[in-house]
């Protein structure tokens, strides 16, 4: 009774555990995405900002 309870536990700690590691790997990498997405935007923002008024695009 005892060992299977001890089992459980562990079994419980894994899945946790599993969980957790699953979790922030998705915290991060939608982390890194947003900071990726906002670097993007701030270029093209800046590369909108130096270019004359009236300017055709390219």
Do not use: C
Request: hydrophobic share 50%; glycine share 2%; no cysteine.
């Amino acid at each position: 009774m005892h060992l299977a309870w001890r089992h459980d536990t562990l079994y419980n700690d894994k899945i946790q555990l599993l969980a957790a590691v699953f979790l922030l790997n998705f915290l991060l990498s939608f982390l890194l995405y947003a900071i990726s997405a906002a670097f993007s935007l701030n270029s093209t923002l800046r590369i909108d900002e130096l270019k004359p008024h009236g300017a055709p695009e390219s």
